[in-house]
């Protein structure tokens, strides 16, 4: 696959396709979600977050990473 976009060609796919339903939930109690200040101050590279009710949740999730090398090289 790779050898097939060399030479600057970019190809970005991405499908989330998740269905909720016929889902039924009486007297839930769920949690906070919080995020503090501090959360990713010793984060490196590409951070996410997921954060859930807890409740008839669907959780997709996807990340597209488009890298572009140039230069002469060392």
Known sequence: ML?????GEAKS???NNG???DNHAEN?????NSLTGGAFSNANGISTVIQNSGANVLIQNA???NVQFSGSGP
């Open 3 to 7: 050898q097939e976009l060399r030479g």
């Open 13 to 15: 796919e991405l499908r």
């Open 19 to 21: 269905i909720v339903s």
């Open 28 to 32: 839930v109690v769920t949690g906070t």
């Open 63 to 65: 990340m597209i990473v």
